[in-house]
């Protein structure tokens, strides 16, 4: 694997070691050091919310399963509605595919760098599709996600099997963008700064800092306890318009209608912004 094995040769990180800091993070973009596949698993880490180890595993399964069908869903886009390829979404496909690679690498106590090294199986044929890369990486992450949730039918070196191969087809895919893995990574864990200035929280997961937007010139900028109150009073309907959920300075895209607030009141966000019709 070009792309990944040029960084494998880089000075690995002890996966024991506890999760990176942000510090460590910043220092990627104000020194521009390269990363190794096992520094970026270590800063990826950081993300990463503590689990034991069969969840991590469900999680991981989970996650890659997911993510995997997200970057096909874009390379469907591209292949069968004939959309120009958007190469931003693809850049992040290929991000949260990395992440979730190096969290179920880390869930079995396996570096990356190892990880790549045994994905020597996979096809190097030029003629090979996109589209195909991206749907040998979704079999790949069901494969793995079959044996990661259920140990008893599979052992662990099977699992890591599927992850090798995932890996591979993931560099395929990002030779036929003309991707590296430094951009990739990078991409990633910028977004995941954003996201997560300091340690996972279930509460940044839901609000996603790096989704939110300026606010509009436009709409009705309220704290949310305000806004509920005038719906619950009837001063706001389902017919009346729509709104975002908000922070004090930015605009998520989780919209809502008033009965869902009354509903399903949500907690991580402190204002709304409210478009009349």
């Known amino acids: 694997m070009s792309a990944f094995k040029s960084a494998v040769g880089l000075p690995p990180e002890d996966i024991g070691l506890p999760a990176a800091s942000l510090a460590e993070v910043e220092r990627l973009f104000?020194?521009?050091?390269?990363i190794s596949l096992d520094e970026y698993q270590r800063l990826a880490l950081r993300t990463a919310k503590q689990l034991d180890h069969q969840h991590a595993l469900e999680h991981a399964a989970l996650g890659l399963v997911?993510?995997?069908?997200?970057?096909?869903?874009?390379?469907?886009?591209?292949?069968?509605y004939g959309q120009p390829l958007d190469m931003a979404n693809l850049v992040e496909e290929c991000g949260d595919?990395?992440?979730?690679?190096?969290?179920?690498?880390?869930?079995y106590r396996v570096q990356l760098s190892v990880v790549a090294t045994h994905s020597e199986m996979a096809s190097r044929d030029s003629s090979v599709t996109l589209q195909h890369r991206a749907l040998q990486i979704a079999y790949r992450a069901a494969r793995f996600a079959m044996s990661a949730a259920f140990p008893e039918y599979a052992?662990?070196?099977?699992?890591?099997?599927?992850l090798s191969l995932l890996l591979e087809y993931l560099e395929r895919v990002m030779d036929h963008l003309g991707l590296t893995f430094q951009q990739?990574?990078?991409?990633?864990?910028?977004?995941?700064?954003?996201?997560?200035?300091?340690?996972?929280?279930?509460?940044?997961?839901?609000?996603?800092a790096?989704?939110?937007?300026a606010l509009p010139d436009y709409g009705d900028h309220r704290p949310l306890a305000d806004f509920r109150k005038d719906v619950e009073l009837g001063l706001f309907n389902d017919y009346d318009g729509h709104g975002c959920y908000a922070t004090a300075d930015r605009m998520s895209d989780v919209g809502f209608s008033p009965s869902e607030l009354l509903a399903n009141p949500r907690s991580d966000f402190t204002h709304v912004v409210w478009f009349n019709k």
Not at 210 to 213: I, Q, S
């Open 30 to 34: 104000t020194e521009h050091v390269v």
């Open 66 to 80: 997911s993510d995997a069908g997200e970057l096909a869903s874009a390379v469907k886009a591209h292949v069968v």
């Open 97 to 107: 595919v990395l992440w979730f690679t190096a969290y179920a690498a880390d869930a």
């Open 155 to 162: 052992a662990p070196e099977a699992a890591l099997g599927h």
């Open 184 to 208: 990739v990574a990078r991409a990633n864990l910028t977004k995941l700064r954003l996201r997560y200035p300091e340690r996972y929280t279930d509460a940044a997961a839901q609000v996603r």
């Open 210 to 213: 790096d989704k939110l937007e």
